[in-house]
């Protein structure tokens, strides 16, 4: 879930596209030696969840095994995951399924990872499947879709005395407020030293835009998108105003995401901008997880509000694989048998599954969640190539700490110098891009 500084080049990285050509999968159907049908062969798996690697994945490795009993499944937990698997794709040695890094470019895919299907025949069985796609093949799966929002406490709201959730900028504002008047809670907690939890407010500009083809269709033609008025400067003029307004933590250089988790469980922060991925993580921690509540980010067109839906890490198969086909049975396993998305509080990936309990708050509230429209034909990929063009970040920290900076008095700047120095570069790089 982190979006970390990019290490490498990928166009660069063509060593692995012509030796994985000389790649045969090893894996059987047939003949295995206890005599049973289908895929044999041993598999590496990677995975970001240090966490429950040991715990949690070598149940769902016995589950898998009462399936495919001739398939043997390793497990690596990679903390640094996007700068070590990046790294290691290099080679060819990066597992045999794994969770795609976020700074592969889309017409990059095909070089590392095995087709698993097109964008029609995966869209009719799985969510979010055009976003790891390239030319309508689809090279990895959410194993989560996440909405958009804020986590909260709600017992530090309501002994704020804020009895209904804000729903535009301003009354967050006020709300942020009275929780620093009235209670002894950080109001908001930026993480701003962890870097990657600031990149989390990125996705948010669906929920003001309210559309679904604000980002590959408008977005991507046109030139100022960090303009007064549109969905970045209303977006992060709001993170600006609250570290302004002195409602966050007294030092956020010194920030730390793991002591923050703890801290927003019992009160001790109000808010974080997170995905809903993070809801169970902190209701685990929590004395009481019925405080732990999760909202809409703080806008509304005409009284309605909206969230993005989006895939989180999309699991994928080496295309360098020797056992394609057991890669495949663990793929299909996962995202279909596991139960993982619901698990983590997700929403889950397979079309026609109910939304979990820790969004009820959502349907309550009768938010609509949005998800990104696919670029027009010929303009696959623009949004992101401008973005590296550019070395904007918009998925990556360091405007956001900028902006941060700015706001509590480090630095010169003010935010709309930022916001021009970032439309001056979408500007340029657009020109490059699309030429």
């Known amino acids: ?19 994985g050509c000389s790649q045969t999968d090893k894996s059987s159907s047939k003949g295995n030696a206890n005599g049973t049908d289908g895929p044999s062969g041993e598999i590496l798996v990677l995975t970001n969840r240090t966490d429950i ?3 949690v994945f070598q149940d769902y490795a016995k589950k898998f095994n009462e399936k495919y009993p001739d398939i ?3 497990f690596e937990a990679i903390t640094d995951y996007e700068g070590q698997v990046k790294i290691r794709m290099n080679s060819t040695e990066y597992g045999d399924v794994l969770l795609i890094p976020n700074e592969v470019p889309v017409q990059e895919l095909g070089n590392y990872f095995e087709p698993l299907g097109t964008i029609d025949e995966l869209s009719e069985k799985y969510l979010h499947v055009d976003e790891d796609a390239y030319e309508h093949n689809v090279y990895g799966i959410p194993v989560v879709v996440n909405a958009q929002g804020i986590v909260f406490n709600k017992k530090v709201f309501e002994d704020a005395g804020i009895s209904e959730i804000p729903t535009t900028p301003e009354a967050f504002l006020e709300a942020l407020k009275k929780v620093k008047e009235e209670t002894n809670a950080i109001p908001y907690y930026t993480n701003y030293a962890a870097g990657w939890p600031l990149t989390q407010w990125e996705p948010n500009r669906l929920s003001i835009a309210g559309v679904e083809d604000y980002v590959n269709v408008q977005m991507a033609n046109m030139d100022d998108p960090f303009s007064e008025g549109k969905p970045h400067y209303i977006l992060y003029k709001l993170m600006h105003d609250i570290a302004k307004e002195g409602l966050i933590e007294e030092d956020p250089l010194t920030t730390d995401w793991e002591s923050s988790k703890k801290m927003l469980a019992n009160g001790e922060i109000a808010t974080m901008v997170l995905g809903s991925w993070a809801i169970t993580q902190i209701q685990d921690i929590a004395e009481n997880p019925d405080d732990i509540g999760y909202m809409p980010f703080p806008y509304n067109h005409e009284g309605k509000q909206y969230s993005e839906s989006s895939g989180d890490y999309k699991i994928g198969i080496n295309k360098n694989s020797e056992n394609k086909e057991a890669a495949r049975a663990w793929l299909d396993w996962f995202i279909n048998e596991s139960n993982y998305a619901l698990d983590n509080g997700g929403i889950s990936p397979v079309i026609g599954e109910e939304l979990p309990d820790t969004l009820a708050s959502f349907e309550e509230l009768g938010v609509e969640l949005l998800r990104n429209a696919p670029a027009q034909e010929g303009q696959e990929g623009w949004v992101d190539a401008i973005d590296n063009e550019g070395e904007i970040g918009l998925f990556q920290p360091e405007f956001k700490q900028r902006i941060i900076e700015s706001a509590i008095g480090n630095t010169d700047e003010s935010f709309d110098d930022i916001m021009k120095d970032l439309n001056n ?3 340029e790089a657009r020109a490059k891009v699309t030429k």
Request: no cysteine.
């Open 72 to 74: 043997k499944v390793e």
């Open 425 to 427: 570069k979408w500007k």
């Open 53 to 55: 690697v040991d715990t």
């Open 1 to 19: 879930m982190k979006h970390l500084f990019k290490v490498l080049v990928f166009s660069m990285m063509i060593f692995s596209l012509l030796v």
